[in-house]
């Protein structure tokens, strides 16, 4: 089994930062595409960023400049350091992966989605 779980959100003031992580853990092969998302109260999910297993990135245009995303590979885990928060940017942030993992001793393709970690930007 594979596992996503994410941490870091929080109430921050307007301009505040915070830091969010996502960790895959299970008998874990290769973890290639990994991405934020998030989904405001209405509306539907978008996209935040994404970062392929050798690094490259993509923010979406609200959020650049302000966000960035980040993987350490070695420990299978995904960051989202975001700074100059909006309200705007209040929302339940969910983690993607694209993973390879070990399933009766053999490698499988595999996505999932983390439970989702509620970040409220408010004075």
């Known amino acids: 089994q594979v596992q996503l779980v994410e941490s870091g959100g929080g109430l921050v003031q307007p301009g505040g930062s915070l830091r969010l992580s996502c960790a895959a853990s299970?008998?874990?092969?290769?973890?290639?595409?990994m991405g934020w998302y998030r989904q405001a109260p209405g509306k539907q999910r978008e996209l935040v960023a994404t970062?392929?297993?050798?690094?490259?990135?993509n923010h979406a245009d609200s959020v650049k400049g302000r966000f960035t995303i980040s993987r350490d590979n070695t420990k299978n885990t995904m960051y989202l350091q975001m700074n100059l928060l909006k309200p705007e940017d209040t929302a339940v942030y969910y983690c993607?992966?694209?993973?390879?993992?070990?399933?009766?001793?053999?490698?499988?393709?595999?996505?999932?989605w983390g439970q989702g970690t509620q970040v409220t930007v408010s004075s």
């Open positions: 299970g008998r874990i092969v290769r973890v290639n595409v």
């Open positions: 970062i392929t297993g050798n690094g490259i990135t």
């Open positions: 993607y992966a694209d993973l390879v993992y070990y399933n009766e001793g053999r490698p499988r393709a595999y996505s999932d």
